[in-house]
């Protein structure tokens, strides 16, 4: 079962109103997707409700953002291949992206939210 992130109140308090009413949870459920795996899954191991009011409300808004984002952008739009050949070897090349929002097919503005929850990081602390 998909843990959805906002719901359509949510989206109605932060959204820009380019869903439709009727589409309003698809997308909210395609951007909870996307939030999490923005998150290296941590929102899904920690569980949402576990998380403090503050990041809850942060990853309210990264996911009514993040819908709207792949209404406008599409889903699947790999653009980080830059050329592939075939023939005799597999070859692909992928373009250099600056900005991991970017790689990961996040909203600038939905990963601008998701950073100030401390769950993107992708730093790993090592405990001696």
Do not use: H, P
Not at 28 to 52: Q, W
Not at 55 to 83: M, N, P
């Amino acid at each position: 079962m998909i843990n959805i992130y906002a719901t359509k109140e949510d989206y109605l308090k932060y959204g820009s109103k380019i869903l439709e009413e009727i589409e309003i949870e698809r997308y909210l459920e395609l951007a909870s997707i996307d939030i999490n795996r923005a998150t290296l899954t941590r929102i899904e191991k920690r569980g949402f409700e576990n998380l403090t009011s503050q990041q809850k409300d942060l990853i309210r808004k990264a996911t009514c953002y993040q819908a709207e984002y792949i209404k406008e952008e599409g889903l699947y739009d790999d653009s980080s291949i830059s050329s592939y050949s075939i023939g005799g070897d597999l070859t692909v090349n992928e373009k250099d992206s600056q900005d991991i929002n970017d790689r990961l097919k996040i909203s600038k503005l939905a990963f601008f939210y998701l950073k100030r929850t401390g769950l993107t990081s992708r730093i790993i602390w090592l405990r001696n």
